[in-house]
């Protein structure tokens, strides 16, 4: 019942038995060639010399960095609060204890804008990540300070080790960091990154995969407790269900079902983005009574069919698509049809009885046979239309008044 993220594979920086000594000299070649705008004497990683290429179309200064002034106390509570990490911070922390305890590395949790939340390290290596305006509430998005670890896997999509001259500003060169995005998997959307940074000299290749383990663990985490709220819905949703006596389904607020009565089963329904306890048009249900329930929502499809005043009325527009406008006594929603979806609802409208498969593939193609490309595209109507559309043959709802204007 959640989304699952595919993740491209975490590339070290550095290959197993490479001397960092001789690597770092390579990469200060490369940028410093990089910058100057000559020829490179190498070519950087495909991850990195993009992250160059949108730090300096950001206008990021190589010699001073971004803003450097932290947001502040209210608002980096705030962020903390609204970031969805904050339950998470145990297993992270728990998770990398290893590469942080008495070590020359500071771990960092940032919110999907970059921000930096939380930070654990010892006093030492904090001081040392303070010179460096790596503190609480600072942004270290990529527009801000070029190429590094929280940034860059936050714009990538993917865990990223950034080693020594591959930072895009000069003064982050000392450093090597390690970050991996961390996915709702409720949404599929960032929330943000989990980060292990220290001195260059402390770069090991492993760190990149278990920094992503870390963060794909977390993911785990929410997606298990994603899975208990459905079961809880679902759990206040049924006796609802059983008395409704109408199809129906319970779905939480990201439209995940996690209930459902007489309607064909399915993972998800997108809710519309200005979701109320009102009759609203939803994609692939059609016109549906919504109503709050404990975490979620109960959507009722309108019955149509046993519906009188309802009208359809479909208006061509000049490049053959079409706008169909479905009125009621309750209000009105449209959509703009492609020009085979026009063409499929006007041949509807003028056969109230209802038009076979093949009838509609003989008008529409000029050939009876093309029937599955028809029922495809009825499909893709039903999803749109819902119960304004019915099958055995396809046709539109008794009742409805329908018009090509």
């Not at 070029?146 to 993917?158: C, D, K, P, V, Y």
């Not at 009125?327 to 109230?352: N, S």
């Amino acid at each position: 019942m959640t989304i699952t993220t595919g993740h491209p594979a975490p590339e070290p920086a550095l290959a197993t038995g490479e001397d960092p000594r001789e690597f770092a000299q390579v990469l200060h070649a490369v940028y410093d060639a990089a910058m100057a705008g000559e020829r490179l004497p190498a070519r950087p990683r495909s991850v990195i010399g993009q992250s160059w290429e949108r730090a300096a179309h950001a206008g990021v200064d190589p010699d001073r960095g971004g803003p450097s002034d932290p947001i502040a106390a209210a608002d980096l509570t705030e962020r903390r609060r609204s970031s969805g990490l904050a339950d998470l911070l145990d297993d992270l922390t728990h998770g990398l204890d290893a590469v942080v305890r008495d070590s020359p590395n500071i771990l960092v949790v940032a919110d999907a804008d970059g921000h930096v939340l939380w930070r654990a390290g010892t006093s030492a290596v904090r001081r040392r990540a303070d010179h460096l305006g790596f503190v609480e509430g600072a942004s270290w998005a990529e527009g801000a300070v070029g190429t590094n670890a929280i940034g860059t896997a936050l714009a990538s999509g993917r865990a990223v080790q950034v080693f020594s001259a591959e930072h895009f500003v000069r003064t982050h060169h000392a450093w090597t960091c390690t970050g991996a995005p961390i996915h709702d998997p409720r949404t599929g959307g960032l929330l943000g990154a989990v980060d292990v940074s220290g001195p260059a000299s402390s770069i090991h290749p492993a760190t990149v995969a278990l920094v992503d383990s870390v963060a794909r663990l977390a993911e785990a985490r929410l997606q298990i407790a994603h899975h208990d709220q459905l079961d809880m819905l679902r759990s206040v949703a049924a006796p609802i269900l059983a008395r409704a006596g109408r199809p129906a389904l319970a779905v939480d607020e990201f439209g995940w079902v996690a209930a459902v009565d007489r309607v064909p089963p399915r993972r998800r329904i997108v809710l519309p983005s200005d979701v109320a306890p009102d009759r609203m048009h939803v994609a692939g249900l059609g016109l549906c009574d919504l109503e709050p329930l404990p975490g979620g929502w109960l959507v009722r499809p309108a019955d149509v069919e046993s519906r009188t005043g309802t009208t359809v009325v479909i208006t061509d527009e000049p490049d053959g698509r079409a706008i169909v406008t479905v009125r009621t006594t309750d209000g009105e929603w449209a959509h703009r049809a492609t020009p085979r979806h026009r063409d499929l609802l006007a041949q509807l409208a003028v056969h109230p009885e209802g038009r076979s498969a093949a009838e509609l593939a003989s008008t529409i193609f000029d050939d009876p046979t093309r029937t599955v490309t028809v029922r495809a595209e009825m499909s893709r109507l039903r999803r749109t239309f819902g119960g304004l559309l019915t099958t055995g043959p396809y046709r539109f709802a008794r009742d409805l008044d329908v018009t090509v204007a």
